[in-house]
T-cell receptor
């Protein structure tokens, strides 16, 4: 079956530095990927998505990179701020027409002052 | 405010109780989802509804019974739950995928369920 996973359970960065959170997936048929941010006591919040016909997409202070060859995607956060502290999840679809997402375990981003 | 409202936010129940979780979305979406989030585990998809019709049941035990009376409301009826069912239950909504293009799902803040 499909799995989606993140490489590190915890990532600690200095405030103002750039953060890079990585994710690997196993299903080569997946054609849609999303990054979510989850703060304590809240549900996952949509950050940015990317379709498999793209290899890069930029948002406000965030960039998602997709490498289909090695089945890897990453989330880059520029100039990390204290409000970026949260757990970040990548998720991918099954590529087979089903609508549910498969999630990774999450990376806890900790911002050091 | 995410546009997806879940009630109650917290629920404690015994194994013999019957309770229901409610989800309402104000985003004009036509697909709704239930996910389970347990500690140390990834979010697990439970059910998918498109236009009020159930399109996925991810091998969920029958003690969880979903209901979708319309595109804006989703319920999860609970009966005879087990301690391992204690988790955060998340509801999400999206537009039904358009051709090959999937659409982002937007989540509520969940119901924290504790089974005694």
């Amino acid at each position: 079956g499909e799995s989606v996973g993140l490489h590190l359970p915890t990532l600690s960065v200095q405030e103002g530095d750039n953060s890079i959170i990585n994710c690997a997936y196993s299903n080569s048929a997946s054609d849609y990927f999303i990054w979510y941010k989850q703060e304590s006591g809240k549900g996952p919040q949509f950050i940015i998505d990317i379709r498999s016909n793209m290899d890069k997409r930029q948002g406000q202070r965030v960039t998602v990179l997709l490498n289909k060859t090695v089945k890897h995607l990453s989330l880059q956060i520029a100039a990390t701020q204290p409000g970026d502290s949260a757990v970040y999840f990548c998720a991918g679809d099954s590529g087979g027409g089903a609508d549910g997402l498969t999630f990774g375990k999450g990376t806890h981003l900790i911002i050091q002052p | 405010e995410t546009g997806v409202t879940q009630t109650p936010r917290h629920l404690v129940m015994g194994m013999t109780n019957k309770k229901s979780l409610k989800c309402e979305q104000h985003l004009g979406h036509n697909a709704m989802y239930w996910y389970k989030q347990s500690a140390k585990k990834p979010l697990e998809l439970m059910f998918v509804y498109n236009f009020k019709e159930q399109t996925e049941n991810n091998s969920v035990p029958s003690r969880f019974s979903p209901e979708c009376p319309n595109s804006s409301h989703l319920f999860l009826h609970l009966h005879t739950l087990q301690p391992e069912d204690s988790a955060l239950y998340l509801c999400a909504s999206s537009q039904v995928r358009s051709g090959p293009n999937n659409q982002p799902q937007h989540f509520g803040d969940g119901t924290r369920l504790s089974i005694l």
